[in-house]
């Protein structure tokens, strides 16, 4: 039996209801305000013009997390993951390099008003050794530094290749000095593996891999290079010239974007656990080994300047430990940011000359300063700067983005107010439904329906 039967109709109970199925809405519907202007069509839903929503936008004015372009990722100094959009700013480098050079400037007057033969002959020479020697050391802190993965055992990798060398000099120059460097480089790879491997923290790994070096040192005896070797005292200029271009070559070549993005990319983000990829390890591995060949360079140079190596008393061990924190002073004092990737140029090279040309000055002045103590302090200003370098060389971004969990209070929410935009025109034709008429299959019919029969 049909519910629209003819016979039922006009049977006492029996009430006509409208049919909706159509479509079609009853003349005598209540409208609530309803535009005649707006005409609901079959699977679709009418919108006011007055309050149509963006697809894009959020009705409560939230947003979402700004996410950087494909334009803005090209000045990203970090992988596009986890970048910042916009360049890393200079200017604190430039600023801060000013300071150093008249730092080192000022320690050369002093030198030179101390003791003015140490500016003159072979004192000079030495003067040119000791910068070129704490020069490539630096370098090959400060390469780590910018990888994110730092080298504690530079100092004694540098001191062990010196007593190796100094031991075997009489095989030659050159078939020692590639021994020497082949043996540092595989005290390189083991760090790397350590640190890369396992993704653990750079100076951990480095710092076991020095106290291990320091226990060798330790059990050597003194060493001294075979008399008719080569003396580097006559090019002592050229050797220094040479470090100088390593070191400012290397911090120019870490200008340009995509290879400082690619280099800093070890450098950890959010959690410092997380792993970075295959590539950001390829590149802080090979980072690693090449600061131990530096080392071993560095250790090669010092063993021809001063031709003989003791290691009484520890004293090489020792000696070691500080050669790793002048370094670390120097690389931090130029401008390398302890978190990686940020540095200058030429910061690097004016901080190692100025701790050589102390020094110098403290034994014109008989002040007899220890190594480990410059190194401290080098390491706490460093740190300072770092914190400079940090704050002042981010990228300057237009806008700040929006956190998605950040509580936002209602006066940034979109929307016209109850009392500024609303009129009576508006209250009676400008309010449009936002659902679909209702149907005799899923409506439960007009109210009177469920009243008194």
Do not use: C
């Not at 039967?5 to 109970?13: I, L, Q, T, V, Y």
């Not at 200029?237 to 070191?247: F, P």
């Not at 998605?404 to 034709?429: I, K, L, M």
């Amino acid at each position: 039996m049909a519910y629209d039967d003819s016979r039922f109709r006009g049977e006492p109970g029996f009430r006509e209801e409208p049919d909706f199925r159509s479509g079609g809405v009853p003349e005598d519907a209540p409208t609530l305000g309803v535009s005649n202007q707006s005409v609901y069509t079959p699977g679709a839903y009418p919108v006011s013009p007055d309050y149509s929503v963006p697809p894009t936008e959020s009705t409560l004015g939230l947003g979402r997390r700004g996410t950087p372009s494909p334009a803005q990722l090209d000045d990203v100094f970090d992988d596009p993951e986890h970048g910042e959009p916009g360049r890393d700013r200079m200017a604190v480098h430039a600023l801060w390099e000013m300071v150093l050079l008249l730092a080192t400037a000022s320690l050369l007057y002093l030198l030179r008003d101390a003791r003015p033969d140490a500016l003159r002959g072979a004192e000079l020479e030495s003067l040119f050794l000791g910068i070129a020697e704490l020069g490539l050391v630096a370098v090959a802190v400060g390469l780590t530094l910018r990888a994110g993965a730092v080298n504690l055992a530079v100092g004694p990798i540098a001191y062990a290749s010196s007593l190796f060398f100094a031991d075997n000099s009489d095989r030659g120059l050159l078939m020692t000095a590639s021994i020497t460097a082949l043996i540092a480089l595989g005290v390189g790879v083991v760090i790397a593996v350590l640190v890369v491997g396992f993704h653990v923290p750079g100076w951990a790994a480095s710092l076991g891999v020095a106290l291990a070096l320091m226990a060798w040192i330790a059990d050597q005896s003194n060493e001294t290079v075979v008399n008719g070797a080569y003396d580097p005292h006559d090019k002592a200029l050229w050797w220094l010239i040479g470090v100088a271009v390593i070191a400012v070559g290397g911090a120019a070549l870490g200008l340009i974007r995509p290879l400082r993005r690619s280099v800093g990319r070890f450098r950890p983000v959010h959690d410092p656990a997380r792993r970075r990829g295959g590539g950001a390890a390829s590149i802080a591995g090979l980072s690693i080994a090449g600061s131990a060949l530096l080392a071993a360079a560095a250790g090669v140079l010092t063993a021809l300047d001063v031709r003989e190596i003791a290691t009484t008393e520890n004293g090489m061990a020792a000696a070691g430990l500080a050669m790793s924190g002048l370094a670390l002073g120097a690389a931090l004092l130029g401008g390398t940011s302890a978190y990686g990737r940020r540095g200058g140029v030429f910061g690097t090279m004016l901080a190692a000359t100025a701790i050589v040309l102390l020094f110098h000055y403290s034994t014109a002045e008989d002040w007899n300063i220890a190594p480990l103590a410059v190194a401290g302090v080098a390491i706490a200003i460093g740190l300072v700067v770092t914190r400079l370098v940090e704050t002042f060389g981010r990228p300057r971004t237009s806008a700040e983005t929006v956190d998605e969990d950040a509580w936002v209070p209602p006066s940034s929410v979109t929307g016209p107010a109850p009392d500024e935009d609303w009129s009576p025109a508006s209250r009676t034709s400008g309010w449009t439904s936002q659902l679909p008429a209702r149907t005799t299959d899923d409506g439960w019919g007009v109210e009177e329906r469920w009243g008194t029969r």
